[in-house]
T-cell receptor, first 113, second 115 residues
Framework: AQSVSQHNHHVILSEAASLELGCNYS??????LFWYVQYPGQHLQLLLK??????LVKGIKGFEAEFIKSKFSFNLRKPSVQWSDTAEYFC???????????FGQGTELSVKP | DSGVTQTPKHLITATGQRVTLRCSPR?????VYWYQQSLDQGLQFLIH???????AKGNILERFSAQQFPDLHSELNLSSLELGDSALYFC??????????????FGPGTRLTVL
């Protein structure tokens, strides 16, 4: 069965620290990969997505993610976090032909000012 | 603002009752998806409609049903409500629901509280 695993449930960082959130997926075929962010009390917003091509994708607000096919991973990174990055981050996949998104369990990021 | 709208924002009701959640997709999007977000289950896919037709079902209970109307808005009906149905219900829409570049955009959600 398809599944997505996010390594950390809760990450606490100080402002200006670097961030890396792990995401691994289990699926035999070609997938599209997404990171969504959910700020407190808000809905899911698309942070970035990977369909094909350059495995290093850049998203909004200085985030980037790297797709490593051999490791079935799609880790999210940001060189220097801000207090406003405090949110929950969800990795998601769906087969390349489209359809439902399968989400990881989410990683809550708390950034201390 | 994603362009996906959902009403109501909050809903408080009692066990055994029935409610209807409404979703309007982004202009031009033909696909609507429903997801449930709860503390214990995380984000779970419920059902997908494309241009009025059901495309896929996920972990949707028999007490729940949905439809997509000719104007492409969708409604999720939840009946015989139980305490465990309390959750955030998100709607998402996408252009086609298929294809290699399809992206889902989420609405603000409806928070359902069953007392």
């Amino acid at each position: 069965a398809q599944s997505v695993s996010q390594h950390n449930h809760h990450v606490i960082l100080s402002e200006a620290a670097s961030l890396e959130l792990g995401c691994n997926y289990s699926y035999g075929g070609t997938v599209n990969l997404f990171w969504y962010v959910q700020y407190p009390g808000q809905h899911l917003q698309l942070l970035l997505k990977y369909f094909s091509g350059d495995p290093l994708v850049k998203g909004i607000k200085g985030f980037e993610a790297e797709f490593i096919k051999s490791k079935f991973s799609f880790n999210l990174r940001k060189p220097s976090v801000q207090w406003s990055d405090t949110a929950e981050y969800f990795c998601a996949v769906h087969p390349s032909q489209g359809g439902k998104l399968i989400f990881g369990q989410g990683t809550e990021l708390s950034v201390k000012p | 603002d994603s362009g996906v709208t959902q009403t109501p924002k909050h809903l408080i009701t009692a066990t055994g009752q029935r409610v209807t959640l409404r979703c309007s997709p982004r202009s031009g999007d033909l696909s609507v998806y429903w997801y449930q977000q709860s503390l214990d289950q995380g984000l779970q896919f419920l059902i997908h409609y494309y241009n009025g037709e059901e495309r896929a079902k996920g972990n949707i209970l028999e007490r729940f049903s949905a439809q997509q109307f000719p104007d492409l808005h969708s409604e999720l009906n939840l009946s015989s409500l139980e305490l465990g149905d309390s959750a955030l219900y998100f709607c998402a829409s996408s252009l086609a629901g298929r294809g290699s570049t399809d992206t889902q955009y989420f609405g603000p959600g409806t928070r359902l509280t069953v007392l």
